[in-house]
């Protein structure tokens, strides 16, 4: 179990907490589910603009690194809207963003190690 595998769990029994978790990931238990779609995980960088997470850049909010990565992104259908953030709270619409989590971390080794799990 890794630790979004915690993320979702704490969260889908906790679904009150999703939205505040998702708008101040950093601070918050399972907030690694919703950090920023970057090499860092934050939303400022080494790169151009503000990077969105994983549903605002679905969305066509925010950026994100690269515009490939967007467009994988905007083309997951299974990404719930940001519009509807009060509304997540099934295990499958949170699994889809530790997916993706983990995805990003394959693709940016490193790129979570500086954010603290407060799940531990």
Not at 12 to 21: D, E, L
Not at 74 to 94: A, H, K, M, N, V
């Amino acid at each position: 179990m890794d630790k979004y595998d915690k993320a979702v769990e704490f969260l889908a029994a906790n679904p009150n907490a999703i939205a505040q978790t998702w708008t101040t990931p950093f601070h918050m238990k399972g907030g690694c589910l919703f950090v920023f779609v970057t090499p860092t995980g934050k939303a400022h960088g080494d790169w151009p603009g503000y990077c969105g997470c994983i549903s605002t850049v679905h969305d066509g909010y925010d950026m994100a690194v690269t515009d490939e990565l967007a467009e994988l992104l905007q083309s997951d259908d299974r990404i719930p809207r940001s519009d509807d953030i009060g509304s997540w709270t099934t295990r499958d619409e949170l699994d889809v963003f530790a997916e993706w989590q983990r995805k990003l971390d394959a693709m940016f080794p490193g790129r979570t190690d500086n954010i603290p799990d407060l799940l531990k």
